[in-house]
């Protein structure tokens, strides 16, 4: 067998790498070129090759200063970008992160600066020079130039640090507050870090564009000329060696600082993941043994007592558009596990980030420990949140991030460590401490955020969707394993998921949710036994909704003729119906028989069965779900046990009939609006 | 005491702005101004006059200039972004290896971090009469006599535009195309799209917004530019901007502001109408 891998490139990839080559000499070329010809001997001329070896013209320059005041210019010029560059890097970083919010004037702000970036540069040097005139001032290089140069490397550092940030994962300076960093501990821990490289660019941009700028300081430099400006000057004979010297010269300065910047930049890495590496290596055992009463002092001292309240809370984003959350009500008890379910924009993330501190209620109030808090911020809640992508700081270990709580509570490294390591135990991380985020699986980083959380020993865990960035094997293993530390840990976990067997599988309290309203809060065992109207059905899942128009009551049943003609008894449970009245019923999906009709049993249904073309037919293992279409668009499924079903597979296709007990019809709460075409659609298939 | 948030943003931009507005808001205004002033001999005479303009309109000489700057502007446009667009894509998507592709990447930007002056000046001992291109090719006895069209012409000022601007048009391209998601080829791929074809469907409208910027750049720094046309053309060519160098030179500033406003509105009305095929914020957005 041919290895068909190495089979070669094809023919334009060679043609791509000749161009590519064709273009680094025509790049560097002429410029080597002048480098060699800035050696030729006293006699000067451009003769190849060269008549004799001298540095005689770099003699000239710097230390004669025959040919200008090359040195002078050259510390002016050095002077003048380093001040550029810091000024550009302190306000260009500040602008960004102004610029995350909207604030009035913010649009034109950003259009002055391209306008400012694009614009000729003598344009700008021109007005100024005008103004200064006007005004009787000189123009200086400190002053003037310095301006000048600035309406050039702002602007550029602006759009750097725009794309910087937006790239900076917002959540990163959220779990820092929740971990209880002040504004500027979350500056300085987190965002600048993170922006590091961002910021080594801006600095390293403005000092070489101000370095070698020269058309915006033509006319604002004053008396006194920049390095450039006398490279310019010298351009008037531009075939003298000593031209050329000044151009190998300034050549070898400029990569000697870039050099020393990405050398820099490879250092602080490499800091990072040695720092990463032996930090917590040599965590004495003493440490270990006083683990205990080191936790205390890092906790605030609030009431364990997590339950929460939401009191007619609602949440609008954007006036006039309809509440992300509207007027709405809820409790959970301490130590509850409380599941939050729902479709994508149902507002159940809202509520996550209200009950965290992260949003505040338009209208309504918040309690945690019977306690009002509102408009706190999210440290004071005693609250911590595990956020969906984990935000992991991606500059710190493991145990850096776990113990990163308590280094911003001022607490000692060697105590910190061994309270982080103990947390890392219990999530079964021990082994990967000295590991960066970026170098651990997604089930790995899960349980870093899980640590990292609990480290404040919170009251309230919240969760948003811890699960969803994880494969399906890990994610049923996590559900398990989170139940679990609720349990040990005994406060109140809210989980946001959209999924419902996730949130029937760990939820004492499932809060169905939709359009920013509670549908139902129940257990789940209640949600399943009786779903509260049409849209929880769906939703939960098992369940098929069905309806009709009321033509009997009595013996606490009602009789319902449905759209296809059958008839269905439904249990009232005490509820008054009238005849003619639309009612909805939901159905278990695992309490029906399916049959093939009966020879001469002809198109009209029994009571209590319905009658169809197999529609699709899933083998799931312990059962087999059928799918009848019964031709009014409501999806009718049958989970029969597989021992039942390959008594006599039914295939797709065939007729088949469905029959129940009327006892398992459960009455839905929709029957007031009649909206029998108008049920919201939950865009969660049920399973 | 809840400091509002507007507030903050408005304390962090400030620095900028203040920056922004005194030495580029006001400066343009007042050039502005001062294109409607009379002057006399080197005095600024405020007054309200529109001669400065109408010299300008009637005068031949600039419409040669503005004929000779956009001529160069669409010369060095195309080459840059036929250069950089085939570069970006060779970096982007036929070097596999990250750290190559980082490498190379550098390789072609180093020259950008050198003087600006001494890269267009280093083609002079290559291009001149007895340059170093020159002699090689009547050393291989490909030609007898030098060319003479190589230095101090249309030509050299073409080549030097095209040596320092090309990384402009690079960089923007390659920033755009490295975001695209290698699964859109893979999916063209399995649609049976030929090389081209995914360059012509997927590549190049993915990268639309960084060849605006690229053009930007590019076409903005060609209209602005007064060094090289002067040095590379021997003086023989001339741009908007040497011209109104010459004026500053001259202290004639009400004429220089007036045409300075003029070369700013063509120039702002090329980059409006590039802005307006291509959505660049977006671009700056994400």
């Known amino acids: 067998m041919h290895n068909t891998v190495t089979a070669g490139r094809p023919w334009t990839f060679h043609a791509l790498t000749l ?91 950003f259009y002055i600066a391209i306008a400012s970036l694009v614009m000729p540069g003598l ?15 000189q123009t200086d290089w400190r002053v003037s130039g310095l301006g000048a140069q600035l309406t050039w490397t702002l602007p550029f550092g602006l759009l750097v640090m725009f794309a910087v940030i937006g790239r900076f994962n917002r959540s990163y300076e959220e779990a820092a507050s929740d971990l209880g960093a002040t504004a500027w501990q979350r500056t300085r821990e987190v965002t600048l870090p993170i922006l590091l490289p961002g910021i080594i660019g801006v600095a390293l941009f403005g000092f070489t564009l101000s370095y070698d700028e020269f058309a915006r300081t033509v006319l604002t430099a004053g008396s006194q000329n920049t390095l450039p400006l006398e490279i310019w000057a010298m351009t008037t004979n531009v075939t003298s060696p000593a031209l050329y010297a000044v151009g190998t010269a300034t050549t070898l300065v400029s990569f000697t600082v870039i050099g020393a910047a990405l050398g820099s930049i490879a250092l602080i890495q490499r800091r990072r993941s040695r720092h990463a590496a032996s930090s917590p290596a040599s965590v004495p055992a003493t440490a270990m043994a006083a683990t205990d009463p080191a936790r205390s002092p890092a906790m605030t001292t609030q ?28 409790r959970v008890g301490h130590g509850a596990y409380c599941c939050l379910l729902g479709p994508s924009g149902c507002g159940k993330t809202t509520i996550l980030r209200m009950i965290a501190g992260h949003e505040f209620p338009t209208s309504g109030d918040v309690l945690i420990g019977n306690r009002n808090v509102t408009l706190l911020p999210p440290v004071e809640r005693g609250t911590a949140m595990m956020f969906q992508s984990y935000a992991l700081f991606p500059h710190r270990s493991v145990i850096d991030n776990v113990a990163f709580a ?232 049958a989970n029969v046990l597989d021992e039942d079903y390959f008594i006599d597979p039914i295939d797709i296709g065939d007729r088949a009939v469905a029959t129940w007990t009327a006892g398992n019809m459960r009455l839905l709460d929709d029957r007031s609006a009649a909206r029998s075409t108008a049920i919201r659609q939950p865009s969660a298939v049920s399973v | 005491m809840k400091i509002r948030p507007a507030l903050i943003s408005w304390l962090q931009a400030g620095p900028l702005a203040a920056i922004l507005i005194l030495f580029f808001g006001i400066p343009v205004l007042v050039v502005v101004v001062v294109s409607f002033f009379d002057f006399d001999h080197s005095d600024i005479v405020p007054t309200f006059i529109l001669d400065n303009y109408q010299d ?77 291109f020159n002699t090689m090719l009547i050393d291989a006895h490909i030609i007898d006599k030098p060319l003479d069209f190589l230095l101090f012409s249309d030509f050299a000022v073409v080549v030097a535009y095209v040596h ?67 040095v590379m053309s021997g003086g023989q060519s001339a741009s908007v901007v040497s011209a109104l ?42």
């Open chain 1, 303 to 330: 009431t364990k007592d997590g339950s929460i309240e939401l009191v007619a809370v609602t949440k609008t984003y954007t006036q006039g558009a309809p509440p992300a959350v509207a007027e709405l009500d809820l």
């Open chain 2, 164 to 230: 320092l601007f090309t990384l402009f048009m690079m960089v923007p391209i390659f920033n755009s195309m490295a975001r695209i998601d290698a699964r859109l080829i893979e999916a063209a791929k399995d649609a049976g799209a030929s090389r081209w074809t995914i360059l012509r469907e997927i590549v190049l409208p993915l990268c639309k917004s960084g060849i605006a910027l690229g053009s930007i750049f590019v076409v903005t720094q060609v209209m602005g530019d007064f060094f090289v046309v002067k």
């Open chain 1, 406 to 637: 308590l280094k911003i509570r001022g607490i000692g490294r060697d105590q910190r460590y061994a309270t982080a390591r103990e947390l890392l135990e219990k999530v079964r991380l021990e082994a990967f401490a000295n590991r960066l985020p970026s170098e651990l699986s997604g089930g790995q980083q899960q349980r870093v955020a899980l640590a990292r959380a609990l480290i404040t020993n919170p009251r309230v865990l919240l969760l948003d969707e811890p699960l969803s960035a994880l494969d399906e094997f890990l994610r049923l293993r996590m559900r398990g394993e989170l139940r679990r530390i609720q349990r040990e840990l005994g406060i109140t976990f809210v989980h946001v998921t959209h999924t419902q067997l996730e949130a029937t599988a760990v939820a004492d309290v499932v809060v169905v949710m939709d359009q920013g309203r509670i549908e139902q809060a129940a257990s789940p065992r209640e949600i399943y036994l009786s779903p509260r109207n049409a849209y929880v059905a769906r939703f939960i899942g098992g369940q098929n909704v069905m309806s009709g128009a009321v033509e009997r009551v009595g013996e606490g049943r009602a009789t319902l003729l449905t759209g296809t003609g059958g008839r269905i008894d439904v249990p009232l449970d005490g509820a008054s119906v009238v005849p003619g009245e639309m009612l909805f019923a939901s159905l278990r999906r695992d309490r029906i028989a399916v049959r093939r009709p009966a020879t001469g049993e002809g198109r009209r249904d029994l009571l209590n069965s319905v009658a169809g073309e197999v529609h699709t037919i899933e083998n799931q293992g312990s059962y087999v779900k059928i799918t009848i279409d019964l031709g009014d668009g409501e999806e009718f499924v």
């Open chain 1, 123 to 137: 344009f700008v040097g021109l007005g100024i020079s005008l103004v200064f005139q006007l005004l009787g001032w």
């Open chain 1, 19 to 109: 161009c590519f080559v064709v273009f680094l000499a025509f790049l560097y070329g002429p410029m080597v070129v002048i480098y060699v010809l800035s050696f030729q001997g006293t006699e000067g001329g451009l003769t190849f090759p060269l008549r004799g070896f001298s540095t005689h013209w770099f003699h000239e320059l710097i230390v004669n200063g025959r040919s200008g005041d090359i040195a002078g210019t050259f510390t002016r010029s050095v002077e003048l970008a380093a001040v550029v560059s810091v000024l550009t890097v302190v306000m260009s970083i500040a602008a960004g992160l102004g610029f995350r919010r909207r604030f009035r004037g913010a649009g034109f702000l």
């Open chain 2, 245 to 286: 160098q010459n004026e500053i030179a001259a202290l004639q500033y009400p004429p220089a502001a007036a045409s300075a406003v003029v070369l700013v509105i063509v120039v702002m009305m090329m980059v409006a109408g590039i802005l307006r095929v291509v959505d660049v914020r977006k671009e700056l957005a994400s």
């Open chain 2, 56 to 132: 300008i309109f009637t005068s031949e000489v600039t419409w040669r200039l503005y004929l000779s700057s956009l001529k160069f502007a669409a010369i060095v446009w195309a080459i840059t972004l036929v250069l950089g667009f085939t570069l970006a894509n060779y970096l982007v998507f036929h070097i596999r290896s990250l750290l190559l592709k980082i490498g190379l990447f550098l390789l072609c930007s180093v020259p950008f971090w050198t003087s600006t002056i001494i890269r267009m000046i280093s083609w002079i001992p290559f291009l001149g009469r007895n340059g170093l």
